[in-house]
């Protein structure tokens, strides 16, 4: 285990973001049955051994899975949603495949800072704090397929070292400027919330947003705390927001603003990958904490890119079981599973959808990086439950064998 988190490091100190070992490679048809939302999802009576949730009306309903049906939603619908990441061109050809398995969306790209952030209109609008986003046609494909087809959406996200551009840091919002103070950047972060916040709600005012990535991507592997400070776009996996702020406030100044500008139903999270490895799975618990006591945040996301040789499926339920400590919701985010036997992917995620559905009443979204492997950030290695042309793969079918009995 040593010797391969150690290649671990090595692999992403040299590339920034890395997951270990890269190489090795009818309960509703639309909206979910249980409320997304933390506190609505709780036990039925003070002995925590009763496996049930509460649905709208406040009727429990005992955790199970179907057996009865081809579709994840519907297979997990009274454990949690089921989600999968969605870039706009999938839904020329694969939209009906999506309304078929899942109940959230997360768009893929569409709504990363380097996306929506709009440098002429901020910088045009001149008071070197106004930050101005902006919705192109393809992130309005996806946010508009997510409104027209009631599907709730996992907004992803505001605070990243990566796919942020180094103006939103300087001086009237230029390239050429120099970095701003953490007060400007204090207002120009708020700014970037409320009003992405305001977009989607002018634009899209019948969207569901029902949860939210506010800060992305946090914390080094090593148990090292923050990013180290400086450009991503320069020195891969250093952070613009630690060199702009000595200390945490631009994570807590972050749910502050969200709190305040997200719709009341919309729950914040605190996402993030190797979320597994142990010193890095305390970092992102001491802060959810810190988060937690400040009332700010609702749950932590684990991201989940995984591969078969690593981490093995007791570290990773050691991980969630920290999380579920501090209780907050938690939500699988991005699962993907990278592999070079099919056999052993598939015995692989069936394991992680058997832990997320005994866990069901702490966890109330699980998401797919993606729906078919030629489509997958990671296609070089097949991580996905489908194939091309959504062909059904073992992975597929094993988490379709999953039964009451493996749930107990
Ligand atoms: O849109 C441009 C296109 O104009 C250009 O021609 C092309 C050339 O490379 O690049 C296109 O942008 C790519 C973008 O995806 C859209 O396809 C970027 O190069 C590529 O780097 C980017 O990759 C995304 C990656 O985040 C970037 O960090 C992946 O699609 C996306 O799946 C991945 O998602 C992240 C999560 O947000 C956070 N957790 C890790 C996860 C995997 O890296």
């Given at each position: 285990m040593k010797q391969k988190l150690v290649s671990c490091f090595v692999a992403m100190s040299m590339c920034g973001f890395l997951i270990p070992f890269p190489s090795a490679d009818n309960m509703s048809m639309s909206n979910p049955v249980i409320k997304n939302n933390s506190d609505n999802k709780t036990h039925t009576s003070d002995n925590s051994t009763d496996n049930s949730l509460l649905i709208d009306n406040n009727t429990p309903v005992q955790i199970?899975?179907?057996?009865?049906?081809?579709?994840?939603?519907?297979?997990?619908?009274?454990?949690?949603?089921?989600?999968?990441?969605?870039?706009?061109?999938?839904?020329?050809?694969?939209?009906?495949?999506?309304?078929?398995?899942?109940?959230?969306?997360?768009?893929?790209?569409?709504?990363?800072?380097?996306?929506?952030?709009?440098?002429?209109?901020?910088?045009?609008?001149?008071?070197?704090?106004?930050?101005?986003?902006?919705?192109?046609?393809?992130?309005?494909?996806?946010?508009?397929?997510?409104?027209?087809?009631?599907?709730?959406?996992?907004?992803?996200?505001?605070?990243?070292?990566?796919?942020?551009?180094?103006?939103?840091?300087?001086?009237?919002?230029?390239?050429?400027?120099?970095?701003?103070?953490?007060?400007?950047?204090?207002?120009?972060?708020?700014?970037?919330?409320?009003?992405?916040?305001?977009?989607?709600?002018?634009?899209?005012?019948?969207?569901?947003?029902?949860?939210?990535?506010?800060?992305?991507?946090?914390?080094?592997?090593?148990?090292?705390?923050?990013?180290?400070?400086?450009?991503?776009?320069?020195?891969?996996?250093?952070?613009?927001?630690?060199?702009?702020?000595?200390?945490?406030?631009?994570?807590?100044?972050?749910?502050?603003?969200?709190?305040?500008?997200?719709?009341?139903?919309?729950?914040?999270?605190i996402n993030d990958f190797n979320e597994y490895i142990p010193a890095k799975t305390n970092d992102i618990y001491n802060m959810a904490m810190k988060l937690k006591d400040l009332g700010l945040i609702d749950g932590i996301g684990m991201q989940s890119h995984l591969d078969t040789s690593y981490p093995d499926i007791k570290t990773y339920e050691n991980a969630l079981n920290k999380f579920i400590s501090t209780g907050l919701d938690v939500q699988i985010t991005e699962l993907d599973i990278t592999c070079t036997d099919f056999a052993v992917q598939g015995k692989y995620f069936k394991d992680i959808f058997t832990l997320a559905a005994k866990n069901a009443e702490h966890i109330s979204s699980f998401t797919l990086w993606g729906t078919h492997d030629s489509i997958s950030w990671r296609n070089y290695s097949n991580p996905l439950l489908f194939g091309a042309n959504y062909s059904e793969k073992e992975a597929y079918k094993q988490v379709m064998s999953i039964t009451n009995a493996d749930i107990k």
């Open positions: 199970s899975v179907r057996e009865d049906t081809k579709f994840l939603k519907e297979k997990f619908g009274s454990c949690f949603s089921v989600g999968t990441c969605v870039s706009p061109h999938e839904l020329d050809t694969g939209s009906e495949f999506i309304l078929n398995h899942f109940n959230s969306i997360t768009p893929e790209n569409e709504l990363k800072p380097d996306t929506i952030l709009n440098q002429q209109a901020s910088e045009l609008y001149g008071n070197n704090v106004n930050t101005q986003v902006f919705f192109n046609d393809n992130v309005r494909k996806t946010l508009k397929f997510c409104e027209d087809n009631n599907i709730p959406l996992r907004g992803h996200t505001f605070v990243w070292h990566s796919q942020t551009p180094d103006w939103f840091f300087k001086e009237n919002f230029r390239y050429d400027g120099a970095d701003v103070t953490p007060e400007i950047m204090n207002q120009r972060l708020e700014n970037f919330i409320k009003n992405t916040f305001e977009l989607l709600a002018t634009d899209f005012p019948n969207l569901k947003v029902y949860a939210y990535d506010v800060c992305n991507e946090l914390f080094e592997n090593n148990g090292g705390g923050f990013r180290k400070p400086g450009s991503n776009n320069l020195s891969m996996g250093k952070s613009y927001w630690t060199k702009i702020y000595s200390d945490d406030s631009f994570v807590i100044n972050a749910f502050t603003y969200a709190r305040k500008y997200a719709p009341k139903d919309c729950k914040l999270y």
